[in-house]
């Protein structure tokens, strides 16, 4: 069973290093979607101490549509977002052969047109009701959709 993790224009070089260190530990794929908010050039990789980074199976994609072309052959996606319907523990994250968890960047999310197209895969992460919360860390976001993929596949094969 594959997993892949999917990051939409991410922004933040070191949200990117924390979610691929999540990929390599868990053995999943790490797609971004560009453009990107930083580079990848091996100087920029380096001054932010990912000494793995070259270990991690990283896929770039030019655009969302390229993504897409390709993204049913890596299995079913699940969007997070603020605003999705339902919460992630409730949705069949680890059904099918492949899981595909996608991501929007920092500072605003997944684009409306996603929204429209894939309302009901749309899941969340439950805060509590505080006010000034109103999302979530990206890369604790990736980590927290991964493992709840990992024990959700460890349920199904007991």
């Known amino acids: 069973m594959s997993l892949h993790v999917v990051l939409v224009h991410p922004e933040i070089h070191w949200n ?16 971004l979607i ?17 000494d793995y980074w070259a270990h991690v199976d990283l896929r770039v994609w030019k655009t969302w549509a390229d993504f897409e072309a390709a993204l049913p052959q ?14 992630f523990w409730d949705a069949p994250l680890a059904a099918g052969e492949g899981t595909v968890l996608v991501f929007g960047r920092e500072t605003g999310g997944l684009p409306p047109a996603l929204h429209e197209r894939y309302a009901e895969r749309f899941v969340t992460l439950p ?28 349920v199904t094969q007991t």
């Open 127 to 154: 805060m509590s009701a505080s006010p000034p919360i109103r999302s979530l860390n990206l890369s604790t976001s990736v980590g927290i959709a991964v493992y709840e993929v990992l024990r959700q596949r460890r």
């Open 34 to 50: 560009e453009p990107l908010g930083f580079s990848l050039g091996e100087r920029e990789v380096k001054r932010a101490g990912l």
């Open 74 to 87: 890596f299995g079913e996606p699940w969007f997070f977002s603020a605003r999705g319907r339902q919460p």
């Open 16 to 31: 990117t290093g924390n979610a691929g260190r999540t990929c390599l530990a868990t053995g999943a794929v790490l797609h």
